[in-house]
C-alpha cells in the first residue's frame, strides 16, 4: 500500500525573506482524495513540487513507501 509522508516540512527559496512552507505534516495512502486548497501563494504549489522530488525542503522529510524522495522519480520504480 503506497503511503506519502511530509514529516514537519519546511521550503525555503533563495533570496525570500518569508519561508514558502512551514512545519507541514501529511500523510496520503492509496486511495485517498485529498484536495489542498488556500489563498494565492500559501504553499500549495511548493508543497506539490517537494512531494514530486522537484524541490528540497529545507527542513524536515518527505517518504513514499518509506524511502525519503530527493528527486523526481518514474512511479514505476517506487513501487
Not at 511530509?6 to 514558502?20: E, F, H, N, R, T
Not at 495512502?29 to 511548493?46: A, E
Not at 517537494?50 to 524511502?67: D, F, K, Q, T
Amino acid at each position: 500500500m503506497a503511503k506519502l509522508d511530509l514529516i514537519d516540512v519546511s521550503i525555503q527559496y533563495d533570496g525570500q525573506s518569508a519561508p514558502a512552507v512551514e512545519h507541514a505534516g501529511l500523510t496520503i495512502g492509496t486511495g485517498d482524495f485529498i484536495v489542498l486548497t488556500g489563498r494565492s501563494g500559501c504553499g500549495k504549489t511548493s508543497l506539490l513540487s517537494a512531494a514530486a522530488g522537484l524541490v528540497a525542503p529545507a527542513s524536515g522529510r518527505i517518504e513514499l513507501n518509506g524511502e525519503t524522495v530527493e528527486k523526481p522519480g518514474r512511479s514505476e520504480e517506487r513501487r
